[in-house]
């Protein structure tokens, strides 16, 4: 592109949720790194709250779409057409919500009056919901990857796990076939790895009920990381800190449980992406993960 | 009817299944077929002409009856709703295998039993709770109804049970069929067993087992959309304070964190949702993740700017009162307007 035809950096909202600015920060870090790079410019929303996960759409239906209302209002006051997520569960929250809100006219008009009376903004319905991955594995968006992931990933062989709330309930969702989904696919390919394909990718990872039925999840969690092993996987991807979080985290009661040993490193989007566009130590902070990251950086170094 | 009209010549694979012999194989077909056939229309020919020992359940033919359960390419489907043109057309020879999540009888014939006990758990009647017989016809408005029209839609075809992550896991979970059936008694004005109804579903194997996978409401045929089912279950055994369970818990634990601080506090999620005994009995682990800086200190604890506005909209909710299942019903009206 001409240097004068350059638009500038494309701003947008950027919602981060709970996982990412606690546990596991090392993706809200990695994010921010790579955001520029990729010609986004995040909005940061310093008002808003959590999204309710699964659990207050369960337990408070009413207050789950008044704060999604909420968080999508400050987009909106931002001056932003589209919010950016970094989460599989945030997305589904927020866009399952956004479609109630922008196709009930009465259901919006009561839950603004709602954010009025505590002096919040209300929300018109001018803001798309957009996962980090859709962003980058399309497009424009794309361009700008295969830009950026320079130093590339020398041919790593790596698991896409795209868990569920990114691809289930399609009709909600609706950028992967839900059966036969391609954007990690092509952001793997853009960084120079190679994708490896195992049944489990679209499955889940067993993070919703980890704490309430931690045998039930870890009955779910070991199906992707068996068969990415099985498959010779350097590392797997995921564009869900949820997934990241059990993945990476319980993989050591996998071990445990089983008597086998997995070490398989876990990475999120941005994380694979910042390898692949050379990011500091100090933006990808591997440091924070349980499983250690060294021999995928050391064959990447090789 | 065949010989009249554009014909199709359909190629597709069928996992065969004999159990007198036990090994399972992927036989190819290959059919010429009317151009409107079903999948169903092609096995029917593939049984007609082929092989009449292929096995497979049908009925209706049209959506309704609910047997034609089986698999094409991993997904389940029923056979009797797949037209056939469009995936010859796109050059795919389509795998056609039966149902996971129950055994296999032959070929594609799965063994229905686990799910008719489960949905017997559900005690699948009304139960009005009279001593006797009322004189009169009790009538219901149609507004009565409307929360459980989606529920009410299903054929008990097993689709949504085919490809459920929890009962993939735990064979023992109710499942989505079940508690779907579970949502439309519950939700019935006609049923006077709610609350027993609510702690009978809130077991081990129950509501709180599902982990949220959508695979259910991806498969569903009928736009039953069970794992909304379930939320609306949830926020039902909440709202009567049917909350003991862990994943209740749990799921408490979230709004009372957005009503106090805006987000998660992550760290006392665990002993809120596991108990105290539990959370001991974790420590090593949880050791382990404080390493890693994966246990974030709760104090000071994470306050979103603004969070009083949070606060008053969680109190102005409570008292506009659309709590339970109500509040999760107001939603579908927009949410008819998606294409299933
Ligand atoms: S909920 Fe849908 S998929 Fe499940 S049994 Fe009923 S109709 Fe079939
Ligand atoms: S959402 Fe729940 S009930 Fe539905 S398929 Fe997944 S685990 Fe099963
Ligand atoms: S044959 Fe009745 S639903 Fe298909």
Same mark, same amino acid.
């Given at each position: ?302 | 009817?065949? =010989?009249? =009209?554009?014909? $199709? ?30 999948? $169903? ?88 709770? #009279? ?71 809130? =077991? ?17 045929? /009928? ?35 957005? @009503? ?8 006392? #999620? ?13 420590? @090593? ?19 979103? /700017? ?12 409570? @008292?506009?009162?659309?709590? =339970? ?9 927009? $949410? ?5």
């Amino acid at each position: 592109m001409l240097a004068d035809q350059d638009p500038g950096p494309r701003r947008v909202a950027y919602y981060k949720g709970c996982l990412a600015s606690l546990s596991t920060k090392e993706l809200d870090i990695s994010t921010r790194a790579l955001a520029p790079k990729l010609g986004l410019e995040l909005a940061e929303l310093e008002s808003v709250t959590c999204c309710g996960a699964g659990d207050i759409h369960e337990a408070e239906p009413d207050y789950y779409l008044h704060l999604n209302a909420r968080i999508l209002a400050y987009a909106q006051a931002e001056g932003c057409d589209t919010l950016m997520t970094i989460c599989n569960v945030c997305t589904l929250n927020l866009r399952q919500a956004d479609f109630q809100l922008k196709n009930d006219e009465h259901l919006r008009s009561r839950i603004n009056e709602n954010l009025e009376t505590v002096g919040a903004p209300p929300y018109s319905g001018s803001v798309d919901v957009q996962h980090f991955l859709w962003m980058i594995a399309e497009g424009e968006g794309y361009e700008k990857l295969k830009e950026v992931a320079h130093r590339g990933l020398k041919g790593l062989k790596i698991a896409p796990f795209y868990g569920c709330q990114i691809l289930r309930p399609s009709k909600l969702l609706g950028v992967d076939d839900p059966d036969a989904p391609h954007t990690l696919e092509a952001v793997i390919d853009a960084c120079g790895g190679k994708a490896i394909d195992y049944p489990a990718k679209v499955k889940c990872c067993g993070f919703p009920i980890i704490q309430a039925r931690e045998d039930v999840a870890l009955g779910e969690l070991i199906q992707p990381i068996e068969q990415a092993m099985e498959r010779g996987a350097d590392a797997m991807v995921t564009p869900c800190p949820l997934c990241h979080l059990s993945l990476d985290a319980w993989q050591q009661k996998l071990e445990k449980q089983t008597g086998r040993t997995f070490d398989m490193p876990i990475m999120h989007l941005s994380q694979l992406v910042g390898v692949a566009a050379g990011l500091a130590d100090s933006e990808l902070k591997f440091k924070r993960h349980v499983v250690s990251m060294q021999p995928v950086l050391d064959k990447i170094e090789a | 009817m065949r =010989g009249k =009209g554009a014909e $199709l010549q359909v190629k597709l694979r069928i996992q065969r299944f004999d159990p007198a012999v036990g090994d399972r194989r992927l036989v190819p077909y290959d059919v010429e077929v009317p151009e409107w056939a079903t999948l $169903l229309d092609v096995l029917d020919i593939v049984k007609d002409t082929v092989d009449g020992s292929l096995s497979f359940r049908k009925s209706c033919r049209m959506m309704i009856c609910g047997s034609c359960g089986m698999r094409m390419d991993g997904r389940a489907i029923l056979a009797c709703r797949e037209r056939m043109k469009p995936i010859v057309n796109a050059g795919h020879v389509p795998t056609i295998s039966p149902m996971g999540n129950m055994p296999i009888i032959k070929d594609l014939v799965v063994d229905m039993g686990p799910f008719w006990q489960k949905i017997r758990q559900m005690k699948p009647w009304l139960d009005p709770g #009279l001593a006797e017989s009322p004189e009169k016809e009790n009538l219901h408005s149609q507004a009565a109804m409307e929360p459980i029209q989606k529920e009410a839609l299903c054929v008990m075809c097993g689709c949504c049970v085919s490809e459920c992550n929890s009962m993939e896991s735990d064979p023992e979970f109710l499942g989505p069929a079940a508690l779907a059936k579970g949502f439309r008694l519950v939700g019935d004005p006609r049923d006077a067993k709610g609350i027993e109804r609510l702690e009978g579903y809130s =077991g081990e194997h129950g509501i709180w087992d599902c982990t949220r996978c959508y695979f259910c409401n991806e498969r569903c045929p /009928k736009g039953v959309d069970p794992r909304d089912a379930i939320a609306k279950l949830g926020a039902e055994a909440i709202g009567q304070g049917i909350d003991r369970d862990p994943g209740a818990r749990h799921a408490n634990w979230f709004v009372h964190s957005a @009503k106090t601080t805006g987000w998660l506090r992550e760290t006392e #999620l665990v002993p809120k949702t596991q108990g105290l005994v539990e959370t001991i009995k974790q420590t @090593k682990f949880a050791l382990s993740l404080a390493r890693r800086g994966k246990v974030p200190t709760p104090f000071p604890p994470h306050v979103a /700017k603004d969070v009083n506005e949070s606060r008053s909209l969680y109190d102005i909710v409570k @008292k506009q009162g659309r709590s =339970g299942a109500a509040g999760i019903v107001q939603g579908e009206k927009a $949410l008819r307007k998606l294409e299933h």
